[in-house]
């Protein structure tokens, strides 16, 4: 048990919106296309990383149970 991080609720709103965001992401690419040159890696790169990040960092955490409200072993 981490008592100073994030709590189960906290992490699956961040799994959830991270969910949201690379959906849209998704959405935009396929409505709009593949974009070019410094959009493609604000787009692609910046925005994937970010919620691609917050999606396996807060699934790796609910999976071994790392969270501040989990209970003692």
Do not use: C, H
């Not at 008592?3 to 992401?25: A, D, N, T, W």
């Not at 040159?37 to 990040?53: K, N, V």
């Amino acid at each position: 048990m981490n008592k100073y991080g994030p709590s189960r609720k906290e992490l699956k709103f961040r799994l959830y919106v991270s969910v949201g965001g690379l959906v849209f992401m998704a959405i935009a690419i396929a409505y709009r296309g593949m974009p070019q040159g410094p959009a493609m890696f604000e787009t692609i790169g910046i925005a994937g990383a970010f919620f691609g990040g917050t999606f396996l960092w807060s699934l790796k955490k609910l999976l071994r149970k790392e969270y501040s409200d989990a209970p003692d072993p």
